[in-house]
């Protein structure tokens, strides 16, 4: 078992809907969770990070974490065809220091 | 977030041949990553720079094919050596943010095409 895992996608969205981005992660001890977007030929830019159970929101973006069912996930509401980029998720897993373990992303694509 | 430069943007390189990466951050930090990101896929750690020590490698990368330095808090190098086609990737550096529990920005990256 991969100690994260995203579906890869591509996941499309009419603009205006609300996207819905999963991850689960198998270290039930993990303690930092984050999402990073990409777009094609750049590098990951941080959006979210949640470190307790629960939501939260930042503009358009909710990340929601569920530590006993082992998931994190980022909503995105009103998606904009900005927003087409893949998706990654990180996790800070237990006795992995400061270190970051990422899954392979998802390919968000919003459509006009 | 930190401002962290990273060069070159790209190289074609050929076989055989080393090619070093370099990142620069805009205020000092104490831990800097460099990542390998192969086509169509997600990010594999390299290593872990920390300033002062050894870097440290993670299962399946040896720092005879990957030396790094870290003179100072401000700047890593990440040397590619001895390549082969299959070496060919994106190298992102990253630094963890101070006062923030486990969160890395990363640089621009680097595009390393070997032929």
């Known amino acids: 078992q991969k100690e994260v895992e995203q579906n890869s996608g591509p996941l499309s969205v009419p603009e205006g809907a609300i996207a819905s981005l999963n991850c689960t992660y198998s270290?039930?001890?993990?303690?930092?969770f984050f999402w990073y977007r990409q777009y094609s030929g750049k590098s990951p830019e941080l959006i979210m990070f949640i470190y307790s159970n629960g939501d939260k929101e930042d503009g358009r973006f909710t990340a929601q974490l569920n530590k006993a069912s082992q998931y994190v996930s980022l909503l995105i509401r009103d998606s904009q065809p900005s927003d087409s980029a893949t998706y990654l998720c990180?996790?800070?897993?237990?006795?992995?220091?400061?270190?970051?373990?990422f899954g392979t992303g998802t390919q968000l694509k919003v459509e006009l | 977030s930190a401002v962290i430069s990273q060069k070159p943007s790209r190289d074609i390189c050929q076989r055989g041949t080393s090619l070093t990466i370099q990142c620069q951050v805009d205020s000092q930090v104490t831990m800097m990553f460099w990542y390998r990101q192969q086509p169509g896929q997600s990010l594999t750690l390299i290593a872990t720079a920390n300033q002062g020590s050894e870097a440290t490698y993670e299962s399946g990368f040896v720092i005879d094919k990957f030396p790094i330095s870290r003179p100072n808090l401000t700047f890593s190098t990440l040397t590619v050596s001895n390549m082969s086609p299959e070496d060919s990737s994106i190298y992102l550096c990253?630094?963890?943010?101070?006062?923030?529990?486990?969160?890395?920005?990363f640089g621009a990256g680097t595009r390393l095409s070997v032929l």
């Open positions: 990253s630094v963890r943010a101070e006062l923030a529990k486990n969160i890395q920005y």
């Open positions: 990180a996790v800070n897993v237990r006795g992995g220091g400061n270190k970051l373990t």
């Open positions: 270290d039930r001890g993990s303690q930092s």
